[in-house]
């Protein structure tokens, strides 16, 4: 609907035009607000019955009519259509402006207006009497303890956007027209006057007192307190902190530690709880606020009812377990970032939990055959080696983990945990320590097994509550109360530095070169068609002499084969060069081998070494990248360049060898 005016321009402004049909009297006012390009450039502004207009009128000082009532009808202030809806007055006004000639044309076009979500009514702005906290005057501890991280935020990239919220607050509105909630705690007379009070007891006693008045009657707001209003007061009034000051219980827990919420509510519930607590009890009430991702499906789209990508957690709880599933939502939670769920996460959950239940039976089939009068059991040469890898490995991972906790990155810490326990614990150390055919394993030996096996699960349970506790007890009888969810965790600061004399850098150094062996040597056997059962000598070449003593009984027992001590010095005529890593080893076999598959094999791993160091070559030629790189990038090129370039060396000799 369009009234008969013109564009106006800086000339009209001061001047006055009239309402069309009740010809109020109304004062032309120019702003940078009204868009120009938009209609004919003129706007007419009712600042009772729109925000935007309610902060012009108050800016241009203009005169402010009500003409709704709570109802949605029209009141005396209309001074037309008086007690009738709104929706058929506006029916009215048409008619009667073109009766009067003063409606210039009908216009279809898109506008944005609100729909109650309840009723599915359009919502009038209108103005009324609500209550409010003036926020500009306590804002300012709250800003400064998040800019001067004595309150971080994880991640710190959400710290601009509270600066720029907490930078630009507004006094916030905390009462609410609802018929829930809590009441607001102010009494009214019949002239308006009022007081604050915890009960009507007191109110009554308050009002006696300021007002002068005997038996006053009193009638409480009907209006109720903005939810985030008992919110902001929960870190310490959930232990009476507010209501009963100084308690027992405030003392020991508040401040609390760490708070998780989500991004959306930062300034809604986090800044306002952060506002609150240095208000009213002059601290923090939190140290950290680590927040969560969306959760989003493969697409990328947001989970919705309305979408229906939303899965059954219920569902997927009954058909796969509620470990399963909380592996796979934390496994795929990046610090702060949206999640990216997939059901095959699940599934790899599935995997993991199989895979420790199936590490349980095997110790647990070792546990009663070790009791069993069998032929007598000697510890296989090398368990001890194992423990001690073993250790070394878990108390890198314990820091590591501790690290990645602290950082709130929770889904690393789980794939750190996931690798320790499948790779380390299951492919590794159980195959190591176990006791060869036709004998049982000692029983010093599987409680050390079993005791790693209680380090796994204590580090585990956090992210999968329900299986590791049941494994747990499973696992050995215990005492009763000895559970892993009131289990006393070892400080991480106690975990040693070395074992058996040496430092965990050594140990990890040394399980690095015996597992590159024993992979690099059954890869070659089976290349060479050799049976797993067929007996090899094996003859080594490198510079790790002391390593290789050290593990020998470990790597004759995993590759089946005699391993001859010391060091050759020139590669055996006949034999099959395995390359691992910087070492060599060369298999001797009485079973006549084709070395046409080994030759293969190197030939195209020297082509690929060749190249690669071809393109760090050229890249530290570069001037500009060797003068820009940061100088640990540079070092590491060069490290690459003379892994690449002694590996080159031995693919070369051992392929002499083989011709």
């Not at 309610?54 to 709570?70: A, M, N």
């Not at 496994?331 to 769920?341: E, F, V, Y």
């Not at 079993?450 to 204590?458: A, G, I, K, R, Y």
Request: aromatic share 12%; net charge negative.
């Amino acid at each position: 609907m369009y009234f008969k005016f013109k564009i106006l321009g800086l000339h009209l402004h001061g001047a006055f035009a009239y309402v069309p049909l009740i010809n109020r009297r109304i004062p032309i006012i120019t702003d940078d607000y009204v868009t120009t390009e938009f209609g004919t450039g003129a706007l007419k502004v009712t600042p009772a019955h729109d925000m935007n207009d309610y902060t012009l009128g108050e800016k241009h000082k203009l005169e402010v009519i009500d003409i709704l009532d709570e109802d949605g009808t029209l009141n005396a202030d209309a001074q037309l259509y008086t007690g009738t809806d709104r929706f058929e007055a506006r029916k009215l006004i048409v008619k009667d402006l073109e009766a009067a000639g003063q409606l210039l044309k009908i216009q279809d076009y898109t506008n944005q207006i609100g729909f109650s979500e309840r009723t599915d009514v359009v919502v009038e702005p209108r103005l009324s009497l609500q209550w409010w906290v003036a926020m500009k005057k306590i804002n300012g501890p709250a800003l400064k303890a998040v800019m001067d991280d004595e309150i971080k935020f994880y991640p710190s990239k959400f710290k601009n956007l509270y600066r720029h919220w907490m930078e630009n607050i507004h006094d916030w509105c905390i009462s609410r027209q609802l018929w829930w909630g809590h009441r607001i705690p102010a009494w009214f007379d019949a002239e308006g006057r009022y007081v604050v009070a915890i009960d009507e007891k007191e109110a009554l006693k308050k009002f006696s007192k300021k007002f002068g008045v005997t038996d006053p009657v009193l009638q409480q707001d009907e209006a109720c307190l903005d939810t985030w209003f008992s919110s902001w007061l929960w870190p310490f009034e959930v232990f009476h902190g507010l209501s009963d000051p100084g308690n027992k219980d405030v003392k020991y827990y508040y401040p609390t530690n760490t708070l998780v919420t989500a991004p959306e509510i930062i300034f809604f519930w986090v800044a306002r709880m952060i506002m609150a607590g240095f208000e009213y009890t002059g601290e923090k009430p939190f140290s950290e606020v680590y927040f969560t991702g969306i959760v989003r499906d493969n697409q990328g789209r947001k989970m919705s009812k309305q979408l229906g990508n939303s899965p059954d957690l219920l569902q997927m709880i009954d058909d796969i377990g509620a470990d399963a599933v909380r592996f796979g939502i934390l496994i795929a939670s990046p610090a702060g970032n949206d999640l990216l769920w997939d059901p095959a996460s699940n599934e790899q959950g599935r995997h993991f939990i199989n895979k420790i239940w199936n590490a349980l039976k095997l110790i647990k089939i070792w546990q009663e055959r070790a009791g069993q009068q069998t032929d007598a059991a000697s510890e296989p040469s090398g368990d001890e080696w194992a423990h001690g890898w073993f250790r070394a490995r878990l108390n890198q991972v314990r820091r590591e983990v501790d690290q990645l906790m602290l950082q709130f990155k929770l889904s690393e810490a789980l794939k750190t945990i996931y690798s320790l326990i499948w790779d380390d614990y299951c492919s590794w150390y159980l195959e190591w320590i176990k006791p060869a055919p036709d004998t049982t394993m000692p029983e010093a030996t599987i409680n050390v097994a079993v005791s790693f096996f209680d380090e796994l699960l204590e580090i585990l349970h956090p992210f999968l509550p329900f299986v590791t506790e049941e494994i747990y007890h499973q696992l050995k009888d215990r005492n009763p109360g000895d559970d892993l969810c009131v289990r006393q965790v070892v400080p991480v600061a106690g975990i040693t530095e070395q074992i058996d004399g040496i430092s965990v850098e050594q140990w990890l150094q040394e399980g690095v070169f015996l597992k590159s062996a024993i992979s690099a040597i059954r890869d070659a056997r089976v290349k060479a068609q050799l049976k797993s059962r067929d007996r090899i000598e094996l003859f080594y070449q490198g510079e790790e002499e002391k390593i290789l003593n050290r593990t020998t009984g470990i790597l004759s027992r995993q590759a089946n084969a005699s391993v001859s001590p010391g060091v050759i010095s020139n590669p055996i005529a006949g034999s099959i060069p395995v390359v691992a890593g910087k070492n060599r080893f060369y298999i001797v076999s009485a079973v006549p081998v084709d070395t046409g598959a080994q030759k293969e094999e190197l030939t195209r791993e020297l082509e690929y070494l060749k190249g690669f160091l071809d393109s760090v070559n050229r890249k530290l030629s570069n001037e500009k990248f060797v003068s820009k790189a940061k100088p640990e990038v540079v070092d590491s090129e060069k490290k690459k360049r003379e892994d690449a370039e002694e590996k080159i060396k031995i693919l070369e000799q051992s392929l002499a060898g083989l011709a």
